[in-house]
């Protein structure tokens, strides 16, 4: 297959993920076209482009960005030669991803057949399976019937945790320590599914106490290379959504990290994987390690693996699509080997919550803003401006500080030093809660696992 360069691509999305976009699009000397719904009329994202459309409209703001016809009717008149879809909205819709081949426009990410046999988790349990990779012990389909969920439960024994085989982000979550939570979980966590998901379809796992997160970063080109760029320890979680991630792990020996990277490695191999995606495990106390899920497409903590491979993934999934090898000198990854950890990087999801009202979402205008730099402070802000207007539209992530040094202790006081610099008024956030984390003995241990925050409320002050 020939290499096909692009001139012009579209970020099917908003916020910083769209700029991160650009911004690799940019280097690469490629033109970058956004898109913002009406809601996003003042979004910094539409001026961080070449070009910008105002799409959806009278829609709303979610479904704005959903307009498959719309935002492929635009691309196609723009002469948009390639779709990145980012994270959300998008990024794990196999019908959208078929509409841009329709329309002659490549799809930065996996094909629609990689996306609809790792984007459901109950397929991804089988490919995992196949592929002689550990999952979490549960339902090999999805539960119909109260009377499966109850043999399921007497085979395994409590606790349980409902899962919407749809699911991400959290939602579509409940966990049951008794038969009675167990069937309520069955039927809220369904209508959760099918509300956010547009698929009810749920499944059991066993329900690890205390696990660690632990998921691993790979990249395949259209010609069968596949490498992965290590591990992201993504324990440190609010209500099974991650807050604080780092890379690599801390205290996981070398073993355990082979055998967790080469597992995910099965997994991608036994789907001929392409482009960017996570391969996501947990890992419990005793050090054994079970497939939970994959995600086919980038994610919002990629910023930390970059850090540590000197790598950048949204460019390279950029030129995969355009049908470069891994291998060419465009890229330059020789071998696996060729990947390497160069230190310790840490992200810190800013989000304009408020920790000590339950971290309910707040709103108004940024009246301050003055952001941290320097020495291995990075940032990927999407709304970060004094003026810019937080809305109840869109999720609450106003900005992502990653930091980065020669070891965990530096990478961790490089942290703690740029939040203490952040200054933003006229809108709560949760950044004295994250210095209240970063600082934390357990943390800088290494100690977390994902019961960390809940078992913390000391960290909310
Ligand atoms: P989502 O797609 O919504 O992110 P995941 O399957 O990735 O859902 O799980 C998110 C988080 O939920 C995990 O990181 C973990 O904290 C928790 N979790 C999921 N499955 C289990 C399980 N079987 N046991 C314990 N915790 C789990």
Do not use: W
């Not at 509300?195 to 106490?209: M, T």
């Not at 191999?269 to 392409?274: E, G, S």
């Not at 990629?302 to 090898?325: F, P, S």
């Amino acid at each position: 297959m020939a290499v096909k360069k692009f001139k012009k691509i579209m970020a099917a999305n908003r916020g910083e993920i769209a700029i991160r976009i650009f911004r690799a699009c940019t280097e690469l000397g490629i033109k970058t076209v956004a898109i913002y719904s009406e809601e996003d009329k003042i979004s910094l994202h539409r001026y961080k482009a070449d070009e910008a459309y105002l799409i959806g409209k009278g829609k709303g703001p979610i479904d704005a960005y959903l307009s498959i016809d719309e935002i492929i009717d635009l691309a196609r008149k723009k002469e948009v030669d390639a779709i990145h879809p980012g994270y959300g909205f998008l990024s794990e819709n196999a019908e959208f991803a078929e509409a841009c081949e329709r329309a002659g426009i490549a799809f930065i990410g996996p094909t629609p057949e990689i996306q609809r046999r790792l984007g459901d988790k109950v397929s991804a349990r089988h490919v995992a399976i196949e592929a002689g990779v550990p999952v979490v012990p549960g339902t090999a389909d999805p539960v119909t019937t109260e009377e499966e969920a109850l043999l399921f439960a007497k085979e395994s024994g409590y606790p349980i945790i409902v899962k919407a085989a749809a699911g991400g982000g959290g939602r579509g979550m409940r966990v049951a320590r008794n038969q009675k939570e167990l069937l309520e979980g069955l039927k809220s966590a369904a209508s959760e599914a099918k509300a956010a998901f547009g698929n009810p379809s749920v499944f059991l796992e066993k329900y690890l106490e205390k696990p660690k997160h632990i998921e691993v970063q790979i990249l395949g080109d259209q010609h069968g290379n596949i490498f992965h760029f290590f591990e992201r320890d993504c324990s440190i979680q609010r209500r099974h959504q991650k807050v604080i991630e780092i890379a690599p792990s801390l205290g996981l020996d070398e073993k355990t990290r082979h055998a967790i990277c080469d597992s995910a490695m099965k997994i991608a191999r036994a789907v001929d994987y392409i482009n960017a995606g996570t391969v996501e495990f947990l890992l419990d106390q005793n050090g054994d390690f079970y497939f939970i899920e994959t995600n086919p497409r980038i994610q919002v903590e990629h910023t930390v693996t970059e850090m540590v491979t000197a790598r950048n993934l949204v460019q390279m999934q950029i030129q995969v699509a355009q049908g470069y090898k891994l291998t060419d000198p465009e890229i330059g990854i020789a071998n696996q080997e060729d990947i390497e950890l160069r230190g310790y990087a840490i992200q810190c999801r800013v989000t304009t919550e408020d920790p000590q009202n339950g971290f309910a979402p707040d709103f108004g205008t940024i009246k301050v803003y003055r952001t941290a730099a320097g020495f291995g402070v990075r940032l990927d802000a999407g709304q970060g401006y004094a003026g810019a207007q937080i809305t109840p539209y869109y999720d609450s992530m106003l900005t992502k500080i990653t930091a980065f040094g020669r070891s965990f202790p530096d990478a961790a006081r490089t942290m703690d030093r740029a939040l203490q610099e952040f200054r933003i008024r006229g809108v709560k956030t949760n950044i004295g809660f994250l210095e209240n984390v970063i600082t934390h003995p357990l943390f800088l241990e290494g100690k977390c696992d994902t019961s960390f925050i809940d078992n913390h409320p000391e960290l909310f002050q």
